[in-house]
């Protein structure tokens, strides 16, 4: 790695907490352009803390967020805006606004942050769709989808004003292998089509061994990141017992191997 | 601005060089060029692209190129993605896979007049869901005194004191401002007949016989009915009702049964309190501002409110409470399972509670006239 290239988001000494209670302490890494970084630890362990301070959802009480160098909890409202219009979320539910229709899910984030014609909307809602394999579904209301497609709605969502950076909090969570393995290859394809940095919160072995590059460990017990690399190789390398457990579910690292 | 540029020096063959900014914050680009090269060389039958280094994209040269193949397949001429930048190439692949699709629900048409019997029928269904519901409650009253329920008595003192003591100050200045302004309302007719110490009898008729009631009634609807409403509606909505009705729990004794006691036991209560302070805000205003004797005032206060008229006021106060906390329950228990159906429920609880204690208040001052009371 070129060391005068800047990571695109780098986590300096943070410091998560709800009043007293202490969610994750001092934690620090970075994620480089066109990683699919998985943050992984037990259910409870702040993952998805960690990712609401990442995407401006909640302060952190100490440290620092850096997107491309700027630091986002020190940016002014209009930075905030500014740094925010970079990255796209999908979150663990879909959060689909239920009272739109999924072309209209889509066009909002274009309607208000770009300047084109309504015909052209509906032009890029049309080709974000397909490219979550869901051409034709505009008119359908989220209620009337499955869960693994309001899932793709909201990735196509998520990548309507083509960020740099998506996050994914729990992508799997809810759906069955096969639409668990669609998104994942979806999640691929993405990152190498649209060029994006890409942050996955996530438990499910299968997703962090199939798509992540780069991972970080959080463990409950210590508050913090024990083990920091790529899944496979932690799996093979690790010595720390979390970690192992975590990778092998609980059991030996010959079971993982032999799957 | 993205920029095209033609090169013909291969034969049949048009080679289209992009470059400059194809983002979809720039505008999107027509095929409408390339159509045109198209249309005035007719012999084409493939087409190369070349990219320049300058060239910045995102989905709105995706989108161009999605364009151009599908009008270059109604043409037969073929295209060639390889000189694409990878990442487009491989976004094209993806947006042009061809997936399965799923039937859109066919929306039957209605005549007007279908329309309105279903509407009309809906009534009909209506009417009948909350008789059925009032059944249901009726049932679990039974089963309640009968010591057969599961009761959680602190949720129940907790929806005691959210129905009472939570909602005393805005019951205190809302009929306070009402004993004020019937005061002086009253007091300008009158004025005309030198009879201003019966403003002392409007005031006091009017809030213990009815208004403090209705009033109540409105405030409670607002702030109680809404969120029974809002609520169990939530509660639809995560399944939670769903959860209580596999563990053989009925919803409606465990949830709709407390609240309904809750509000019938405190609106008398809060009825008597709202009494109090519209002849306070009355006797303030009397006094204040147009100069009343006070031990007067309060002389035909005593004169004018009769046991009666307190009663008919708790009448009022004990039927509005079932019909507010019916309402704010049924359509919570209704509620459609999303963020929109939580609204439409809250809105209709309100409604229907509204609507409920001005027809309860119009039949029972009906039956006191006829049992001349």
Partial sequence: ?259 | MGKLSFDYSIPKTLLIKLSGDWHMSAGLISESEVTSQLVSHPDIVQINFSVSEDLKWDSGLISFLLRLIRECGQKNIQVALKELPQGAQKLLALALKVHEKTALPQKAHKSFFEEIGQKALQVDEGLRQALDFLGDIAFSLSRLIRGKVFFRWDDFMLLIKRCGADTLMLVSLISLLVGMILSFVGSIQLKMFGAQIFVADIVAIGMVRVLSAVMTGIIVSGRIGASFAAELGMMQANEEIDALKTLGVSPVEFLVVPRVLALVIMMPLLTIYADLMGLLGGFLISIWMLHLNSVEYINNTQHAVTLNFVWIGLVHSFVFGVIIAVAGCLRGMQCERNAAGVGKATTSAVVTAITGIVIATAIITFMCQILGV
């Avoid at chain 1, 979550?132 to 693994?148: K, R």
């Avoid at chain 1, 998506?166 to 096969?178: K, N, Q, T, V």
């Avoid at chain 1, 997703?207 to 210590?222: C, H, M, P, R």
């Fill in chain 1, 1 to 259: 790695m070129d060391p005068t290239i800047r990571p695109v988001i780098e986590v300096k000494g943070l410091d998560l907490e709800y009043d007293d209670y202490v969610v994750m302490k001092n934690l620090n890494f970075s994620v480089n352009k066109g990683d699919i970084f998985i943050v992984m630890g037990v259910s409870g362990c702040g993952k998805s803390t960690l990712l609401k301070s990442m995407i401006g959802l909640k302060e952190p009480s100490r440290g620092k967020v850096l997107f491309y160098g700027k630091s986002f909890w020190d940016e002014d409202e209009n930075g905030q805006q500014n740094i925010m219009r970079r990255f796209g979320v999908l979150y663990q539910s879909g959060a689909l606004w239920s009272s739109l229709t999924v072309g209209e899910n889509v066009a909002l984030p274009l309607q208000l942050y770009t300047k084109l014609s309504g015909e052209q909307i509906q032009e890029i809602v049309a080709l974000k769709l397909s490219l979550v394999g869901l051409e034709g579904h505009e008119d359908f209301f989220p209620l009337g989808i499955s869960g693994g497609m309001c899932k793709r709605v909201s990735l196509a969502r998520a990548m309507a004003l083509d960020p740099d950076i998506i996050f994914f909090d729990e992508p799997s969570s809810g759906l069955d292998p096969i639409n668990a393995r669609i998104l994942d290859d979806l999640i691929l394809e993405l990152r190498d089509g649209l060029g994006a940095t890409i942050v996955v919160i996530t438990h499910e072995l299968a997703s962090i061994f199939a798509i992540g590059n780069n991972s970080v460990f959080l463990d409950e017990t210590s508050k913090t990141i024990i083990a920091t690399g790529d899944p496979k190789v932690l799996l093979a390398n690790s010595k720390d017992p979390r970690v192992i457990q975590f990778l092998t579910r609980g059991g030996r690292k010959d079971d993982q191997k032999s799957q």
